[in-house]
Each structure stands twice: as C-alpha cells, then as structure tokens.
C-alpha cells in the first residue's frame, strides 16, 4: 500500500490521505520479510539478517525461503529443521510486542491471519483491535493485512479490484477509528508496488555459467555468487543486458553504502549478500531457479516502491 498508490486511488479528502503526516521510506530492500521484521523488533535488516523472500544460508549451503523455511524452489514448502535450526541461532526476530509481555507492566498483542489466534477476514481482525481496546490497561497491539500485497501480485496495481480493496479498507478503518477512545493509530505499509517485466536468467546461458549457486533475496535486488575466475566477465555481461535496468553494485559497495542500515551487523549479514547485488531502477524483474513469476513486484529503488505512507490517528 505504497504512498504513491494512495494518491491514484484515493480521494484528498479520504480518510487515509488527510490523516497521512507524509510518505516515508521504508527499509532496503522494500519487501514483507525486511519491512515487518525491522517494524516488529525495531532493528534494521542488517542488524536483524532478514533480508528478503529467500536468502542464502551458509551453515547449510542452500538457498531458503526465509518465512518458509524451506529450500528454494520446493513446490511444497517443506519446512527444513536445519534451515529453522539456523534462523534460531542467527536472525534476530524478538518483537516489541514479546519485550512487553517480558516486562509484564503493560501488555502487547499480535493479530496476524496464520499464527495461534488468526483471523479470517479484515472484519474479524478490527473486531479483535476494538475488543482489546476496549479491555483496561495500556496495551500496544500489532496488526498486519496481507492486502493490497497478495491481489497486486497476481493483477497489477491499476486494477479495479485494486482500487476497490483500498477504499474498502479507507472506509473500514475510518469506521473502527470512530469507535476508539484514548488510542493513537499508526498506519504504515511495508512497501509499495510496480508492475514488472520478468527476465528469465536460464535465457542467458553465459551469465548462468559464471554462478556459483542460485540467486536470492529478491527477484528486484537480487545477488550473485560468482566463480572466482568470472567476476570481470559476469560484470561486463550483466552490464551489456542489463545495466539500463539495474544499478549492480560489488559485496564492498553494498557494505560501505549501508543499504540495509546501520547498527550491530548480523553475523550472517556478509555471509548472505553474496558477491554482487543488483537493484532494479527500472521495471524488471531477474528470476531464476525457483523464482516466482509476478505481474507486479517491489523490492526495487523506485518511489512507487519504497515511499510508503505514515499515517496517524489520534482518538
């Protein structure tokens, strides 16, 4: 639910757009699993080594789906113990909500539609947010909506159904507002969205043979492992494809640059970038060996993608 995106489905006068202070960027790169996990526990991705949609796993030497926590490609989405073994030991996940809980003086909630207490719909989860708020005592609940995301994916961001699931939810939550007293409501995104051309790397065969190993963290910033002895030749053939397209920059200018923030590096951090990032100025996409295909995408270094809104509501 990028900023953008607001300002070409919504009204001024919505409730969205007058309570928004004004677009923010979210964190590098601009996808669910570095978005949430950084607005959950308060720490940058390269602080907590949640990188993107799948990342290399060192200790085991594969490539995993990092929610998943299965291998990449794996049509069934098995769940490998050595794969969870390795984000318990390294991946910083401690969420504010279960500092809270710890402390024991206030209390903190977690709605989200596939955990112990899920919900069904965007009803039942205010419905949840209104009973809680209505219980006494200080309390700090977060709430995730899977949409706009899921359907943006699957249709584009112009859709009709788009534009219809966005005013649906600007209605909604301008209805649950009303209802709640002593409450401040932050509404955020986790990024935003553009529609995607895709490249199949598997149609580039010399590119292909300077790989080490498969690609990951995200098809719009996506890292290469590269044979010691192909680094120049991968650089000049990237280049040649598609260098109008992404900006491709080495492991050290990716460090020095603090794309995914500063703070305490992750001990995986390094480990997991791979040799050379690539990071989408335009409108494509690079998949390869397991990557999904979509019509439209983030993760990339557009506004439509890394401006998000912040939006406050004081009751």
Not at 83 to 94: E, S
Not at 224 to 248: A, Q, R, S, Y
Request: hydrophobic share 35%; with cysteine.
């Amino acid at each position: 639910m990028g900023s953008n995106i607001l300002d070409r489905v919504l009204v001024s006068d919505s409730f969205f757009i007058s309570h928004r202070i004004k677009p923010i960027t979210t964190v590098f790169p601009a996808t669910t699993v570095a978005a949430t996990t950084s607005i959950q526990t308060g720490l940058n991705p390269s602080e907590t080594g949640m990188l993107g949609w799948n990342m290399y796993f060192k200790d085991i030497n594969k490539i995993i789906t990092t929610f998943k926590e299965s291998e990449k490609g794996d049509k069934s989405e098995t769940p490998l113990e050595e794969a969870k073994k390795f984000k318990n030991k390294y991946m910083k996940t401690k969420t504010i909500v279960e500092e809270i809980n710890e402390k024991g003086k206030y209390k903190g909630y977690r709605l989200y539609p596939i955990e112990e207490n899920p919900y069904s719909d965007l009803e039942e989860m205010f419905e949840k947010i209104e009973k809680l708020c209505s219980e006494n005592g200080k309390k700090y609940i977060y709430a995730y909506d899977t949409e706009p995301d899921h359907l943006m994916h699957r249709f584009g961001t112009y859709c009709s159904e788009i534009k219809d699931l966005i005013r649906y939810r600007d209605i909604m939550t301008q209805k649950l507002c009303n209802k709640l007293k002593d409450t401040v409501i932050f509404i955020v995104a986790d990024h935003g969205h553009t529609p995607v051309e895709n490249i199949h790397l598997e149609n580039y065969p010399e590119i292909v043979k300077c790989l080490k190993r498969g690609t990951s963290i995200e098809p719009r910033a996506v890292n290469f492992f590269i044979k010691d002895d192909k680094k120049e030749k991968f650089v000049n053939l990237f280049n040649k494809n598609f260098g109008k397209d992404f900006e491709l920059c080495t492991k050290k200018e990716v460090i020095d640059s603090k794309f995914f923030g500063d703070g305490d590096e992750n001990p995986i951090f390094n480990s997991a970038i791979g040799d050379f990032l690539a990071i989408a100025i335009g409108n494509k996409t690079i998949l390869f060996n397991g990557d999904k295909e979509f019509v439209s995408q983030h993760a990339g270094m557009t506004d439509d993608e890394i401006l998000v809104p912040l939006i406050v509501v004081k009751k």
